[in-house]
């Protein structure tokens, strides 16, 4: 039984340029979510995907979009990246109820120079 | 005042030891509370979770909930040095999708 994968693992991109995240949930479920965590930090909610839609969204900016496929695989897109955007970025997968654990997979450490 | 409270550590125990590890919470209505472990440069692995108010055992965790005074626990017995770790306190909030974290309790288990 597959858990979350993500890829990349570690990426090392400029400032403005773009990037793009991916995401397969573990088997069985159907909502994925992405987190960002700055160093130190605790995980931040970037926005939560159910039914190939946003359902939720937390406080980022339009730069962060994302998009869920049919086969429940996500796609994290950050354009204009800031130096600030370096950090590590999680998917975490659900069902897609309330309440539901969130399972996550090894993240995206993003470096913006 | 922050959503999700943890006292930051580090929290030094000897081997064998119990380690207490608490978070409190401001949002009366969260229904669901979770603790994750995270070792250093790797992601969270949940390890607990708790809705009910009281106790919840599983091995050697046991988390307990307070829902009048807004706290959540994390005990962890006969600790051992591979506990060494960040522990993540998340809660659901209320009618929500979204988890807030707190910004975790780094334990050093020492042997």
């Known amino acids: 039984d597959a858990g979350v994968t993500q890829s990349p693992t570690h990426l090392i991109k400029t400032r403005g340029q773009q990037v793009t995240l991916r995401c397969s949930p573990k088997s069985g479920h159907d909502t994925v979510s992405w987190y960002q965590q700055a160093l130190g930090q605790g995980p931040q909610f970037i926005f939560q995907y159910y039914e190939e839609e946003e359902r939720q969204r937390g406080n980022f900016p339009d730069r962060f979009s994302g998009h869920q496929f049919p086969n429940y695989s996500s796609e994290l897109n950050v354009n204009a990246l800031l130096l600030g955007d370096s950090a590590l970025y999680l998917c975490a997968s659900s069902f897609g109820q309330l309440n539901e654990k969130l399972f996550f997979g090894s993240g995206t450490q993003l470096s913006v120079l | 005042q922050k959503e999700v409270e943890q006292n930051s550590g580090p929290l030094s125990v000897p081997e064998g030891a119990i380690a207490s590890l608490n978070c409190t919470y401001s949002?009366?209505?969260?229904?669901?509370f979770f603790w994750y472990r995270q070792y250093s440069g790797k992601s969270p692995e949940l390890i607990m979770f708790?809705?009910?108010?009281g106790d919840k055992e599983d091995g050697r965790f046991t988390a307990q909930l307070n829902k009048a005074s807004q706290y959540v626990s994390l005990l962890i017995r006969d600790s051992q040095p591979s506990d060494s770790a960040t522990y993540l306190c998340a809660v659901a909030t209320s009618g929500t999708y979204k988890y807030i974290f707190g910004t975790g309790t780094r334990l050093k288990v020492l042997a």
């Open positions: 708790i809705y009910s108010n």
């Open positions: 949002d009366r209505g969260s229904q669901s």
